[in-house]
């Protein structure tokens, strides 16, 4: 069985992607801020959850570490977790571009340097391995100046994934995917109807993307299918 971590897998896109794994017979394991759904997404999955503010180092660095020592080691790690905060720059504070940089990329550092010490600590170095990172287009060509630190995080995330690419080499693959407009309940919700369908008219198939169809990505990546990847 492969062994797996998701962070933010308690709702929307994390959630498939616990779904997906679960149903594929691996050992999952999520961390989420919410406890309720983190709760419910657990039972419905029968996954391990464990709530963790990523944000915080000691949480997140105690959460990998007990898994780490609970199963020995982990195959694959997913870093979904995600905020955002839609606000102009005169009104975003340093404190709240901290924040979502603490969120959005500090995590991918923390989950992979974990990984990369206790992989080198094996006398017996697991021959397979994935990291899956979930960006956004907002990192690519689609640019809001209302988000500029989410954008700015996911751009910085593709980056990471880069260098990451060659740190683990050539054992452990390390993707990045950068999904456009998912429509999940917290992507859609505060959003006026004529925005959302100003966005659903540049999505070349005339609809938004559903959180299943990001998880089936992911389950491509870390399959022997996309070794090569």
């Known amino acids: 069985k ?10 929307g896109i994390g959630k498939a992607i616990v779904e997906a794994f679960s149903q594929a017979d691996c050992l999952v394991a ?7 759904s983190g709760q419910q997404t657990a039972k419905e ?8 503010d990523v944000s915080n180092k000691e ?39 901290d924040k979502i940089l603490s ?35 907002n990192g690519i060509n689609t640019y809001y ?14 980056s990471l994934t880069h260098n990451l690419a060659f740190e683990f080499a050539p054992y452990v693959n390390v993707n990045c995917i950068a999904p456009g407009f998912i429509g999940t309940e917290n992507e859609l919700d505060g959003y006026d109807e004529e925005f959302l369908k100003e966005e659903v008219e540049k999505i070349m198939v005339n609809r938004y993307g559903d959180p299943k169809e ?12 996309a070794d090569f990847y």
């Open 2 to 11: 492969r062994r797996v971590f998701v962070t933010g897998g308690a709702e």
């Open 30 to 36: 999520f961390c989420d801020t919410n406890d309720a």
């Open 45 to 52: 999955t029968g996954s391990i959850f464990h709530k963790v």
């Open 59 to 97: 949480s997140l660095e105690n959460c990998v570490l007990q898994i780490l020592k609970e199963w020995g080691d982990l195959d694959i790690i997913i870093n979904n977790v995600g905020i955002s905060n839609f606000s102009p720059i005169t009104e975003t504070s340093i404190e709240d571009f």
């Open 103 to 137: 969120v959005n990329l500090r995590p991918v550092f923390i989950t992979s340097r974990l990984l990369a010490i206790h992989r080198k600590a094996l006398s017996f170095p697991n021959p397979y391995g994935r990291i899956i990172n979930i960006s956004s287009t």
């Open 145 to 158: 100046p209302m988000c500029i630190d989410y954008d700015a995080s996911k751009a910085a995330l593709i």
């Open 214 to 225: 990001v998880a089936y990505l992911v389950k491509f990546l870390i399959s022997d299918e």
